[in-house]
């Protein structure tokens, strides 16, 4: 699985939008790039996930670079509800995926007033 | 609620006592995983079932650790003579594999609240 380095931190103004980089320089082709967060005392959440192209949902943009070495998740309009912590993961897809995620540290995302 | 769930939410043990904790997934799916969150770090897999199959297990779960899912629905992730140093979040996730995965590549866990072990 592709190893994954995220920001420690970031803040973000309410109602700005807010941009997570993540870099995967040893993505391999069949691997997407998985987004998750994790709300204080609560378990992980499913954000998005990606291959190649950009890909949008009710929740956030995934945008990923052409040589899929890195990619951004995008919060349109960032609310004090979106502060928690933010996980980039690399899953590979096939007859041999077994869905286990391996999970970083993430980048912490502190939504200020 | 039709959510992963998981029991007890809380657990306060002595050293040395045993522990067990359940999890009830999302019924229709048929893969099953355990995690374990310390303070500040990320989820840490521990184990994954297929069924009633354990398919996985970390080299983080040691000989006190044991999981089963006997009946390929409910969880049950024991731990025998408990160290201070099993103090954790743990975790269940629980997602659904099919055919259109492999190809779609879903990888869509969902995880419940989580047990939080405190080991006196």
């Known amino acids: 699985d592709a190893k994954t380095t995220q920001p420690p931190s970031m803040d973000c103004a309410e109602g700005r939008a807010a941009n997570l980089p993540c870099n995967h320089s040893?993505?391999?082709?069949?691997?997407?790039v998985y987004w998750y967060r994790q709300i204080h005392s609560q378990g992980p959440q499913y954000i998005i996930h990606?291959?190649?192209n950009n890909e949008t949902n009710e929740m956030a943009s995934l945008i990923i670079t052409e040589d899929r070495k890195s990619s951004t998740l995008i919060l349109p309009h960032a609310t004090l509800r979106d502060t928690a912590v933010y996980y980039c993961?690399?899953?590979?897809?096939?007859?041999?995926?077994?869905?286990?995620?391996?999970f970083g540290q993430g980048t912490t995302l502190q939504v200020k007033p | 609620d039709t959510g992963v769930s998981q029991n007890p939410r809380h657990k306060i043990t002595k050293r040395g006592q045993n522990v067990t904790f359940r999890c009830d997934p999302i019924?229709?799916?048929?893969?099953l995983y355990w995690y374990r969150q310390t303070l500040g770090q990320g989820p840490e897999f521990l184990t994954y079932?297929?069924?009633?199959?354990?398919?996985?297990k970390s080299r983080l779960l040691s000989d006190r650790f044991s999981a089963e899912r006997p009946k390929g629905s409910f969880s049950t992730l024991e731990i025998q003579r408990t160290e201070q140093g099993d103090s954790a979040m743990y975790l269940c996730?629980?997602?659904?594999?099919?055919?259109?995965?492999?190809?779609?590549?879903?990888?869509?866990?969902?995880f419940g609240e989580g047990s939080r072990l405190t080991v006196l």
């Open positions: 990606g291959l190649k």
């Open positions: 040893t993505i391999s082709g069949n691997e997407y």
């Open positions: 079932f297929q069924n009633e199959a354990q398919l996985e």
């Open positions: 996730a629980s997602s659904r594999r099919g055919l259109a995965d492999t190809l779609k590549g879903t990888g869509e866990l969902f």
């Open positions: 019924s229709e799916h048929n893969r």
């Open positions: 993961i690399g899953g590979r897809i096939g007859s041999s995926n077994t869905g286990k995620l391996i």
